[in-house]
């Protein structure tokens, strides 16, 4: 009897090991996956913050120094824009499109240029054209977001003429972060 109480209660001490050695397990695994997705989530917020800057184009003769700083507050990012010919600070808004592209945008920035959509344009006379209501210049730049990189479309083309920041003589602006 004794040599069976002896095995019984090794068997209820390794189910009791068992046991105890299976319960922690699960608490520290839930909490591992939380701590890396929130510290993960806030790196790619932070990520946007920083300061972009233009770099020099060898192809282009044209001088187009351009600046932003984007800062992380509590209510979301703001802007501070530096041309040769002005400053310029605002809320800057971060979006991702449903393809997952992202995109920031400058808020109260208005355009230099803004002569519309020119492709429907039929042959008028002088007299039509002048009673046509002048267009309203669109406010806010709007900059994709790739790796540290802002890209702006800065001017459009001859079916839609516009530019955005008369500054700068490039078609695509570069801002790379420092």
């Excluded at 002896?6 to 909490?31: D, G, R, T």
């Excluded at 946007?48 to 990012?77: H, L, M, R, W």
Aim: with cysteine.
């Amino acid at each position: 009897m004794k040599s069976a109480d002896k095995h019984f209660f090794a068997f209820f001490m390794m189910i009791l090991l068992l046991a105890c050695n299976n319960k922690p397990k699960p608490v520290s695994q839930e909490k591992n996956p939380e701590t890396i997705a929130t510290n993960s989530t806030n790196k790619n917020e932070e990520s946007i913050a920083g300061f972009y800057e233009t770099q020099p184009d060898p192809n282009n003769t044209g001088e187009c120094k351009i600046s932003v700083e984007i800062k992380k507050e509590k209510n979301g990012y703001t802007y501070f824009l530096k041309t040769k010919l002005r400053k310029l600070k605002g809320i800057a808004t971060f979006t991702t499109n449903e393809s997952g592209e992202k995109y920031l945008l400058l808020e109260g920035i208005k355009w230099d240029d803004y002569e519309g959509d020119l492709g429907n344009e039929d042959e008028n006379d002088s007299i039509t054209e002048s009673e046509s209501p002048a267009l309203e210049i669109p406010v806010g730049i709007d900059a994709s977001y790739t790796k540290d990189t802002l890209t702006i479309q800065n001017y459009g083309n001859s079916m839609n003429s516009y530019t955005k920041i008369a500054e700068c003589d490039r078609k695509y602006i570069q801002l790379i972060k420092k």
